[in-house]
């Protein structure tokens, strides 16, 4: 066997035959400038762009249809890629300087794809959507054919250099039984399309991925994100069997009989049926940032209002938590016009643009979740990145301004039930005053880590201080829990460590009233919570509380 290991994306393992994907478009050298006929390479160009624009929008549809229609929106980015003014001068500009159309579109992307790749972040993975946009013009100008990915082989194991976001939104979970590419990270579109699309996934592989020969059995265990050549009977077996786990749909409690929530964190609504078919008890963390992604303006209040009201339909007997805007950081949108910073996480972002310069969309966004609050289901709201009381204050105070407005207006609403987000070392300090303001707290392990560590989500060269099995993160997650219940307040948790069956026990143990992670782990962690007994898990948490060290809490939780 050979493991080779990247970032998971999915917690999902796959087993199949490797199909390495032909995307590259060789060009060769151009001809001779006086061989070129300008106006007929304008017209080559025109044409071409008409076909790309033709398939983006059928592939927009079938997106749709596959993945939902917020994640979608990103064909409607790529369209305006195509005709963006800029750029079309640009390839129009070499073919003048005597390029045919196919150079002259390599020439004229290649600027703004280094422009995006010298960036951080998500900012640097709209390169890979400028790739995907430029690929398409020169396939339909030089007829390449390369992979059919909508058609690949049953049982197939993908592999790439990248996927670009219409590659992914192409794969049929049916046929496909997991990908695995050489670049890009947890947040890019084609991370996020595997997602929703639950299909077993690691990017970031590396160049070692490379080595791995066409027709290879490959296993892809996006839990452990790693990637297993020449798997051994027991790896062969885990893999093909890790999707027939148990379906719990009603609500768990330990064998000694305490309840545990065990919720779904969505990003869109595409990815509601999943949540319900894996069994969420509800809607822990509903990240709204998502709706706002991949278009030119933010959704308005009857749009937000519509979507919260749906998320609520599906749980009629559930509750359903929405984190209000979280911007900034890794996550920029265009139209915001978040400013340049040199350390976007410590910047503005979260609730700190909610109070500044977002306002506005706050305010929009209240006025939504208070409408949709007035229907039936059980609604809660939490805000994202609080470190002060101040902010909680604030925030609490926009939501009373918010009802008093609908109020005057006749307008049917209901104040939700309101809770923080615990993501920085400010607030676990703090986390007594603020739970004495709000119903309930929520433990964003993904940025308490960071902060808690000093050690970027996004920088793998930290991959291993980013952990929140560190006793640090253990002792701020612990901190928080007693305060929330000395507060009467309820806490969950949100980020991805409440999707790791691995710490259902330890997390039982330290305390935690509800868990929210990605559906396709519902399951395990349901599983996890029935078989643990309260007072061997708290024991298993003291005992973790009180280890020095990381690799101490990692034995304690492996044995
Ligand atoms: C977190 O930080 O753990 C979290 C759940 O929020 P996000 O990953 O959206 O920042
Ligand atoms: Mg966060």
Redesign the pocket.
Known sequence: MRTLTGTGVTPLSGLGRVVWYADEVELGDPPDPSEIDADAERARLEDARSTAEADLESERERAEERVGEEEAEVFGAHVQFLNDPQLREDIEDAIEEGLPAEHAVREGFSGPIEQFEGMEGRMAERADDLRDVRDRLLRVLTDAGGTDLANLPEGSILLAERLTPSDTAKLDPERVAGFATVLGGRTSHAAIFARSLGLPAVVGVGDDLQDIEEGAELVVDGEAGEVIADPDESVRERAATIREVEIRRERVETADGRGIEVAANLGTLAELEGAVEQGADGVGLFRTEFLFLDRESPPDEDEQYETYREALSAFPDGRVVVRTL?VG?DKPIPYLDLPESENPFLGER?IRRSLGPDSELFESQLRALLRAAAGEGSLAVMF??VSTVEELESAIEAVERVADDLEREGVEHAVPELGV?V?TPGAVFVAEELAARVDFLSI?T??LAQYVMAAARDDDRVADLHDPLHPPVLRAIARSVEAAHANDAWIGMC?EMAGDPALTELLVGLGLDELSMSAVTIPDVKAGVAESETDAAAALAKEALESPTKHAVTNLVDQ
């Open positions: 979280d950081g979260g994202p990145l987000m993501e964003g993904n940025d980020g």
